[in-house]
């Protein structure tokens, strides 16, 4: 099993639908989370750090779930904008560290 | 003001060369990371720098050899190029190592031919 799982997609939604993503993470010593956002052919920039009482920005929420290992990232009301791949990524903080991405989830949103 | 430069930002070459890719970040971070992103787009950590010290090598062939001068700067020198050395290679920075968000670079497309 792969310390981080997600769907890899594609999501093909429509302009102003909702979508939700989920990523697992096998290691319970799992510390941070967060969701990266990745254009085509450009670097992974930070979207939201995500927090055990979930967190919201603007049209995105993320929630946490350490009792099922999980987390998800909802998007509400798709922009053509929205579209990219989206990335998990979960810190493991036990004696080392270690910083583990999933593999991504593409997003495509259509008008 | 770019936060994570690194250059060249495309480099070609042949197998057998030795290239050097070098990073550097004006955030005032502690950390700094090399990545390796392949073909099917998996991004894998490399190295992990903290305060000039090599925190984390993954199995990584020692072709590859990070070297920092400085905080502020963790470059990746790769001897005798492979095929399977193209990808692209993102530099990354954070503010400590393993609870605070990292800061990309805008990546090194390799290409060895």
């Known amino acids: 099993r792969k310390e981080v799982e997600q769907d890899p997609g594609p999501f093909n939604v429509p302009e102003g639908a909702t979508v939700a993503f989920n990523c697992t993470y096998s290691?319970?010593?799992?510390?941070?989370f967060f969701w990266y956002r990745q254009d085509c052919r450009k670097e992974p920039k930070l979207l939201m750090s995500?927090?055990?009482s979930g967190n919201e920005d603007g049209r995105f929420t993320a929630q946490l779930n350490r009792a099922s290992q999980y987390i998800s990232l909802l998007i509400r009301d798709s922009k053509l904008s929205d579209s990219a791949t989206y990335l998990c990524?979960?810190?493991?903080?036990?004696?080392?560290?270690?910083?583990?991405f999933g593999a991504g989830t593409r997003l495509f949103v259509k008008a | 003001d770019t936060a994570v430069s690194q250059t060249p930002k495309y480099l070609v070459t042949q197998m057998g060369n030795d290239k050097s890719i070098k990073c550097e970040q004006n955030?005032?971070?502690?950390?700094m990371y090399w990545y390796k992103q392949d073909s099917k787009k998996f991004l894998k950590i490399m190295f992990s720098?903290?305060?000039?010290?090599?925190?984390i090598n993954e199995t990584v062939p020692n072709r590859f050899s990070p070297k920092s001068p400085d905080k502020a700067h963790l470059n990746l020198h790769i001897n005798s190029l492979e095929l399977g050395d193209s990808a692209v290679y993102f530099c990354?920075?954070?503010?400590?190592?393993?609870?605070?968000?990292?800061?990309f670079g805008q990546g090194t497309r390799l290409t060895v031919v």
């Open positions: 290691n319970s010593a799992s510390q941070s």
């Open positions: 990354a920075s954070s503010q400590d190592l393993g609870r605070t968000e990292a800061f």
């Open positions: 990524v979960v810190n493991i903080v036990t004696g080392g560290f270690k910083t583990i």
């Open positions: 955030l005032g971070h502690d950390t």
């Open positions: 720098y903290n305060n000039k010290e090599l925190i």
């Open positions: 995500v927090y055990s």
